[in-house]
């Protein structure tokens, strides 16, 4: 997973003075894209070695991996004076993620036991970049919540530093959990893979 950098700079913090209204207006728009790289090989050795040259990079680790999700929010926030307070009129969350999964070229002379392994494995991954942008969805949702509860304050610039805060936090709080899922997907990859693999081999056994 990767958040693109100038997330940090989501909020276009937009402080215009606009008519009263009875509450702020919320929107979170959410886009979503798929983009494949081609592995070859006829051997997991040779499909280990397309996924350690040709899988994404990230912004976490120089190395490449065999999946990963580029996450990007942005929107923007506005602002209402009402009397001598101001307070959130429009908050617009987006939030644009694109999973990077691999796909394989298989060779005429690669075996079905290998079609198989890879199969388990493709579908883990995209199972994992889906997560991924799950979390990041959820995120998004709890921005906008987030922002829409702020009360109001003495004058815009204050709520504008209260917005630019909670900002923060909140992609603090995405940053740890993606973190934390990657850490326990990480110490689990060996037994859900076996785990996998079995299920994969009972229900071949049960259609021979």
Same mark, same amino acid.
């Given at each position: 997973?990767?958040?693109?950098?100038?997330?940090?700079?989501?909020?276009?913090?937009?402080?215009?003075?606009?008519?009263?209204?009875?509450?702020?207006?919320?929107?979170?728009?959410?886009?979503?894209?798929?983009?494949?790289?081609?592995?070859?090989?006829?051997?997991?050795?040779?499909?280990?070695?397309?996924?350690?040259?040709?899988?994404?990079?990230?912004?976490?680790?120089?190395?490449?991996?065999?999946?990963?999700?580029?996450?990007?929010?942005?929107?923007?926030?506005?602002?209402?004076?009402?009397?001598?307070?101001?307070?959130?009129?429009?908050?617009?969350?987006?939030?644009?993620?694109?999973?990077?999964?691999?796909?394989?070229?298989?060779?005429?002379?690669?075996?079905?036991?290998?079609?198989?392994?890879?199969?388990?494995?493709?579908?883990?991954?995209?199972? $994992?970049?889906?997560?991924? *942008?799950?979390?990041? &969805?959820?995120? !998004?949702?709890?921005? /906008?919540?987030?922002?829409? @509860? +702020?009360?109001?304050?003495?004058?815009?610039?204050?709520?504008?530093?209260?917005?630019?805060?909670?900002?923060?936090?909140?992609?603090?709080? $995405?940053?740890?959990?993606? *973190?934390?899922?990657? &850490?326990?997907? !990480?110490?689990?990859? /060996?037994?859900?893979?076996? @785990? +996998?693999?079995?299920?994969?081999?009972?229900?071949?056994?049960?259609?021979?």
């Amino acid at each position: 997973m990767t958040r693109s950098a100038a997330s940090r700079l989501f909020l276009v913090l937009l402080a215009t003075a606009t008519l009263a209204s009875t509450g702020a207006n919320a929107e979170v728009v959410i886009r979503k894209s798929i983009r494949y790289f081609t592995v070859k090989g006829a051997t997991a050795e040779q499909l280990d070695d397309a996924l350690s040259r040709h899988g994404p990079k990230t912004l976490a680790s120089p190395m490449r991996h065999p999946g990963a999700t580029r996450i990007k929010f942005g929107g923007s926030v506005t602002y209402a004076e009402t009397g001598h307070l101001c307070r959130v009129d429009k908050v617009l969350i987006t939030l644009s993620t694109q999973l990077i999964l691999p796909r394989w070229n298989r060779p005429k002379n690669a075996s079905k036991g290998l079609a198989m392994i890879w199969n388990t494995l493709a579908a883990d991954i995209k199972r $994992h970049e889906e997560r991924h *942008a799950e979390i990041a &969805r959820n995120h !998004a949702r709890q921005m /906008e919540k987030s922002f829409s @509860r +702020l009360g109001a304050e003495r004058s815009c610039k204050v709520l504008q530093a209260r917005v630019a805060e909670v900002s923060r936090r909140e992609l603090d709080d $995405h940053d740890r959990d993606q *973190a934390r899922f990657d &850490r326990i997907e !990480a110490a689990n990859f /060996e037994s859900r893979m076996t @785990r +996998l693999m079995r299920y994969r081999l009972s229900g071949r056994s049960a259609q021979d």
